[in-house]
C-alpha cells in the first residue's frame, strides 16, 4: 500500500482526431506522475484493430515530476502515431507511476475533453 | 497481478441519443483491449429499465489488438439498440481484457465527449 | 470476484447547474446497474460543505436492471436539491450494484458531458 | 473494508487554462467527501514538468462534509498556481477521504468538462 502508484496501465480509447479548429490540434496527452525518488523509465506500446502493436518506445519521467506527453507529436513520442484511427495503448514502467488519459477534441468549432484514470495494475 | 486486465466489466450509463448534427452521428464505442496473445471471445449482455435484458451477444477480439465496438452498429453488434433511451451494459470474456466506455454526443449542434474506464471484476 | 458490483459508492463531484438552454435542462444522473436476481434496496445521502447530510432517501432497484436516477427530479428521488452548489453523495445497497455518476451541462449554450464510475468499496 | 475511502489520492493531469469567457473562469476543481465523523487534515502537493514540487499545503475537511476546493483560487489553496502550465497533485489525508477531479474549460467560447475520481491508495 505504500507503492504509490503501478507498473502497468492500460487505455483501451486511444484517438487522435483528424480535424481540428480554433487555432489548436486536436490531440490526446499520456499524464504520468512519478512521485518517487527515482527516474522512472516507461515503455509506451500501441495497440490498433488491424495491424501488429507498435512497441518498445521509451521515454523517461524524473523523480518528483509530471509529465504530459503529447501523443501527436512524434518529437516528444519518436513515433508519429496515425490519425482519424482508433487506437489504444499501455504503459509499463520500472517504478510505480500514475497514468491519467485526456483528449481535447477541437473537430466542431468548439472545444470538448474527455479524462479517465487508465486501468492500473 | 499479471492479468493484464479483468473477465467481467460493467458500465452502467450507456445512451445512445436520438439526435445528432455535424454530419457525424451521435454514438456510443465499447473500447476493448487484449494484450494476451489468445483471442478473446467476448459476451455483451444489455440492460434496460423496463424490459429484460438483451444478452448472449457475442464478438471476438483478436490477440493484441484494440477494437472500439460502435453500440449503434447492428452490423457490428448483431443486434440494433433503441435510440433515446437509458440502459447499460455488461462485457464478459474469457481472457483478461480492458474495457474503456466513450460517447459523442452532436445534439446541440457541437460536439461533446465522456469517456471513464468500466468498472471491472 | 463474483460479487458483480460494491455495496458502497462515493461521488464526491456533484452539482446541479443553476441555468440551462437548448430546451433542456442540466442535469446530473446516478445510474445504477444491478445483475444479480434480486431487487436491491439503495439509500442516498448527499453531503454539502455548509449544512448536515441529507440522508435516507431510499429507492429500489429491480433484479437484472438498470435505473439513471436523475438527481434534479423531486418526483424521482423524492428530495429536492439545491441547484448552483456544490454537494456529494454515496449510495449504499443491500446487494452488490455499479454506480456511475454524469452530468450533462447546457448552460453556455452548447452541450458538454461529463462522466466516472464512482468509487466503490 | 469498511474504510469509505482512501488516505492517499493521485491526479496526474492537472491545467488551468489560461484563457476563458462566458464570464465564468476557466477552473479545476479536487472535490473531496469525508463521510466520517472526524475533521479530515489533508495535505496537497503540486508536482510540475520542470521544477520541485510545491508541498505542504494544508486544508481541513469537516466531518460529514464535502469541499470542492477551487485550484484556481489563491485565497482557498493558500498558493497561487500558475496557468497555461502542465501540472499534476496529491492529496494526503489522516482519515479517509474520496478525490474526484473536474475541469471546466471555457476558452473556445462555450463550456466543456471532464472529471475522474483519481487514483486512490
Chains 1, 2, 3, 4 share one sequence.
Not at 486511444?14 to 527515482?38: F, K, M, Q, R, W
Not at 495503448?89 to 468549432?109: F, I, K, N, W
Amino acid at each position: 500500500m505504500a507503492d504509490r502508484g503501478r507498473l502497468r496501465w492500460f487505455v483501451p480509447d486511444g484517438y487522435l482526431p483528424a480535424e481540428s479548429s480554433h487555432g489548436i490540434e486536436s490531440h490526446e496527452a499520456a499524464c504520468l506522475l512519478n512521485v518517487s525518488d527515482e527516474e522512472a523509465r516507461v515503455t509506451f506500446t500501441f495497440y490498433f484493430e488491424d495491424r501488429e502493436p507498435l512497441g518498445g518506445i521509451r521515454l523517461t519521467l524524473a523523480a518528483k515530476r509530471t509529465r504530459h506527453v503529447r501523443l501527436d507529436r512524434r518529437d516528444e513520442l519518436g513515433v508519429e502515431l496515425p490519425r482519424g484511427v482508433p487506437f489504444a495503448y499501455t504503459v509499463e514502467s520500472d517504478v510505480p507511476v500514475v497514468l491519467q488519459h485526456s483528449r481535447l477534441d477541437t473537430t466542431a468549432g468548439g472545444y470538448t475533453l474527455l479524462t479517465t484514470i487508465a486501468y492500473g495494475e
